[in-house]
Structure formats: C-alpha cells, structure tokens
C-alpha cells in the first residue's frame, strides 16, 4: 500500500474510534437519564398518594382501613424486598432485573390507574412495591458500574439523587393539582409513558453488569429471613398506631421480626456465599453512612408527613397551595445537590454532610418559630435551607457509603442504603407521631383548643427532630472523615468558581464531547 493509502486508512481509523468513544460516552449520560427517571417514578409514588386520598375513597367508596392500605401495601412490599432485590441484581445482572423491575412497576401502574375497586388498587399497589424493590437497588449498582471515572461518577450520583429528591419534594404538588382536575387514576396513569421511555432508553444504552465471582446459586436462606424480617418490622411501624403498639398482632410482628433478624444475622456469618457480606459493616464509611442515612430519613420523611397536615389543618391551605409550599424546597434539593460534587472533593465528605446535616437543623428550627398566623412568604427561609441541606449532604453521603464497598457488592449496598431509608422514615412518623399526639393529648387536658394543642404537638416533635438531627451532624463528621494518611482536600471555594463548576458540568452531560 502506498503511504498516501496508509495515511488514509489511519485516519479512517481514527475517525472510527473517536465515533465509537462518542457512541459510548453519549450511552453513558443516556445510561443516567434511564436510571434517574426510573428513580423519580419510584420516589414519587412513595407520596404522590396521600394528597388524593379523598378523592380516592370517595371514588372507589373505600373504609378507612382499605384506605390505608392503598398507601401501605406499597411500602411494604417495597421495604420488604428491598434487600432480595439488591442480591439478584447483584448475582443475576443489574440490567436485567432493572428493567424486569421497571415493566412490573409500569404495568402495575396502568392496572392502578385503571382500577375500578379497592382491593384491585390495593393489589396493584403491592405489585408496584415489588416492581420498585427490583429496580432501586440496580439504579444506583448501574451507576457505579457505567462511571469508572470518580469525578463523571460523582456527578453522576448527584443527578441521581437530585432528581429522586425532586420527586419526593413535588409529589404532593403533583397529586393535588391531578386530584383536582383530572381523575384521580392519573396519578399512577403517567406512570405509563415514563417508563415506557425509560425502558426503550435503558434497553439501549445500559450495559450489563454483575457480581463476576458470584457463584450462581442464592442464599435461600438469607433472601427469605430478611424478607420477613422487614415484612413484619414496615407492617408493625405501618399498623402500630391503628391497631395499638401493646395489640398482640402488633407485639406478635415486632417479635417475628426480631427472631427473623437474629436468624438472618447468624445465617449470613456463617454461609460461604452470604447474601449481605456483613464484613461491609466494618467499614465505619458504610455503617456511618448508613447510620446516619436513616438519621436524614428520620427527619426528613417524620417532619414532611406533619408538616403537611400543619400546612392544611392549622394554616388552612389548600391541597394545592400545601403542595406548591414544598416546590421551593424541591429546587434547593435540585441546586445543591448539583453544587455537591464540586464541593465535596474540597472539603471532605464529612465536612460536606455535617454542612448539609447543619443547615436542615437551622431550617428546622425556623421551622419551630412558626405559629398560627404564617404567610407563604415566611415559610420560605425554613423550606430553602431544610432543601439546601439535604441536597448538598445526600451526594458526599451516598458517594462515602458505596465508595466503602466491592464494587461487585453494590446492588445489595445500595439496596441496603434504601431499605434503611424506607424503614427509618416509617420510624419517623411512627415516632414523631406518638410525640405529637401525647403533648397534643397533654395540651387538650390542660385546656387548649385543638389547633393550639395540635400546634404544640408539632413543635415538640420538631425539637425531638431537631436534636436528633443534631446528633447526625456529629455522627457524620466522625464516621465520614478520611483515614489516617488520606489527602486532606484542598483549595479554597468560591461562588465564582462554583457558579464556573456548575457551568463545567451541565456542559458536560449535554454535550460530554463537545468541548476541544
């Protein structure tokens, strides 16, 4: 071949390979949207329920039971296969259970939407939960497993959790305004087309990712203790303050629980092939930052629950109006969580999280200011920096957590992360609940009316979360520090160079080859 020929036939090739890199980097970014939209749908239906529940029983003529449970069998067939979720994605393919889990949770949705009875949308709600237990613990495993690059992955992680933060902020904004104007099916109805989108995109451009040393054969065993462990742990915390914490069905699921998780525990120490290493928990970044996950979970998920009746029943908003409060939160989450990236390699994952932990208390304590007569105006200050907070500390927190882990272990870390952070929610409620309704109780008897004595069981339980949250700050900091011999970040942050940060990074998911 001549040397013009040679010259021409290497230039083709390289032509052929930039295209291909092109190609692959374009799949990555595509590979985020699909797992970031399967995640918003998930989140969302985690709340986008209970604003429409009115509308719901006096559609389908429900009692208050039924009713409950249109919310409940989704957390709990959520929470409960969680951990046997992130196992199979592990031992089976992330990609494959991924999107065997998003076409369960789509079909569920349309049978929801589309149901005519209580017990069909009760039914169809639990097939949902087990759709969604399918394909959380994949979205963040294929995450890990498609960026091989810290700072795309951390970025990455970042949107991810923006965006499931953003769902979990406008759900009740989204559920008021369909309930109002539309039939109430359509709350799980747009389900439909979301992830008709999303599978079409993971289908193409998600990779297959699995534990490659997994020997193919389950931890029967293991897959079946922690069901039941976390079956009964969400039904108790679930029908605890219906059916009485000392009932015997509920005395009677605290101790199936508790007999289960002793069996788990053992079984998993001893199995060769163990469906939760427990040696991950050695790791003080895993169990810090699963500690204090549940903390954040505790807080946010206790506080928003009764913050909307407060919104409601005390201020008297509308089901709308109460919903749009929580928008301005929802594009803090959005903001900081985007910032994140760029500031937790400057200063440490800890400092990062104790920052964000910071700043939801100092929210939370504007929060506890508040009394009857409250404008839009004056929520603000205390939705914003209660939004700025978990936004800026979800990222670091979820990037110290799996970066503590074998990457071949990150379907059952992350599964492990989101069955922390259903249950410590439930505990929430549950918890912040007794502590408003005894000084609610308390305030009743000494005479107060019952918007003055509901007020008064709200502030209690945001000091009990407040000092709670407070804890986690320290947990944070402590747990989340580098090791002895860690670079220490540097390099002073500036808004200037943040506001540049950020312009970095959207140019690079929209375009990640674009720039010379």
């Known amino acids: 071949m001549s040397p013009r020929g040679k010259d021409i036939a290497v230039s083709a090739n390289t032509v052929s390979a930039d295209a291909a890199t092109g190609r692959q980097d374009s799949r990555r970014w595509w590979a985020l949207v699909a797992v970031s939209l399967a995640a918003f749908m998930t989140y969302l239906d985690n709340n986008i329920v209970n604003v429409a529940i009115p509308t719901i029983q006096h559609s389908l003529h429900l009692s208050v039971s039924g009713l409950e449970w249109v919310v409940s069998s989704y957390l709990l067939t959520l929470a409960g296969l969680l951990l046997v979720g992130g196992r199979l994605a592990d031992v089976y393919g992330r990609r494959r259970l991924f999107l065997a889990g998003l076409a369960l949770f789509t079909l569920s949705s349309l049978a929801a939407g589309l149901a005519g009875s209580g017990g069909?949308?009760?039914?169809?709600?639990?097939?949902?939960?087990?759709?969604?237990?399918?394909?959380?613990?994949?979205t963040l495993a294929i995450i890990m497993a498609t960026f091989h690059d810290v700072r795309e992955r951390t970025m990455a992680i970042g949107?991810?959790?923006?965006?499931?933060?953003?769902?979990?902020?406008?759900?009740?904004?989204?559920?008021?305004?369909?309930?109002?104007?539309?039939?109430?099916?359509?709350?799980?109805?747009?389900?439909?087309?979301?992830?008709v989108i999303t599978f079409v995109i993971a289908a193409r451009n998600v990779g297959e990712s699995r534990e490659e040393s997994a020997v193919r054969r389950l931890d029967l065993p293991g897959l079946v203790t922690s069901a039941v462990t976390l079956f009964a742990l969400t039904y108790a915390l679930i029908e605890g303050s219906v059916r009485g914490w000392t009932s015997p069905v509920i005395l009677g699921a605290f101790a199936v629980a508790a007999v289960a998780m002793v069996a788990f525990l053992a079984i998993e120490a001893r199995t060769a092939n163990p469906m939760v290493d427990l040696t991950m928990f050695r790791r003080r970044e895993f169990s810090g930052g699963t500690g204090t996950m549940m903390i954040w979970a505790f807080g946010i998920l206790g506080i928003y629950f009764f913050t909307s009746l407060y919104l409601q029943q005390t201020l008297g908003f509308s089901p709308v109006k109460a919903g749009l409060a929580f928008v301005p939160m929802a594009l803090c989450v959005a903001v900081f969580a985007a910032i994140a990236p760029r500031i937790e390699p400057r200063v440490g994952a800890h400092r990062a999280v104790a920052a964000g932990m910071l700043l939801m208390v100092v929210g939370l304590v504007l929060f506890a200011r508040l009394g009857l007569n409250v404008t839009y105006p004056a929520l603000l200050p205390g939705f914003m920096l209660f939004g700025a907070g978990a936004g800026l500390m979800n990222v670091p927190l979820t990037n110290a957590a799996m970066a503590a882990t074998p990457a071949a272990r990150a379907g059952i870390a992350s599964a492990?992360?989101?069955?922390?952070?259903?249950?410590?929610?439930?505990?929430?409620?549950?918890v912040i609940g007794a502590v408003l309704r005894t000084r609610q109780a308390a305030s009743l008897r000494s005479g107060a009316d019952p918007v003055h004595a509901f007020l008064d069981g709200y502030h209690t339980g945001l000091l009990v979360t407040i000092a709670l949250m407070a804890a986690g700050v320290v947990?944070?900091?402590?747990?989340?520090?580098?090791?002895?011999?860690?670079?220490?970040?540097?390099?002073?942050?500036?808004?200037?160079?943040?506001?540049e940060a950020i312009g970095e990074s959207l140019g690079e998911f929209v375009g990640p080859d674009s720039r010379p």
């Not at 009740?172 to 109002?180: F, K, N, R």
Request: hydrophobic share 55%; aromatic share 6%; net charge positive.
């Open 416 to 430: 492990l992360i989101n069955a922390s952070r259903e249950v410590a929610g439930l505990l929430g409620i549950t």
């Open 475 to 499: 947990v944070s900091y402590l747990t989340l520090r580098p090791r002895a011999g860690a670079a220490e970040p540097a390099a002073e942050i500036t808004v200037a160079g943040e506001l």
């Open 159 to 195: 949107t991810w959790a923006a965006v499931g933060a953003l769902a979990l902020a406008t759900g009740p904004a989204l559920g008021g305004l369909i309930s109002q104007h539309f039939r109430w099916g359509w709350i799980f109805l747009i389900n439909v087309p979301v992830g």
């Open 120 to 138: 069909v949308l009760i039914a169809t709600r639990a097939i949902q939960g087990v759709g969604a237990a399918l394909l959380m613990p994949a």
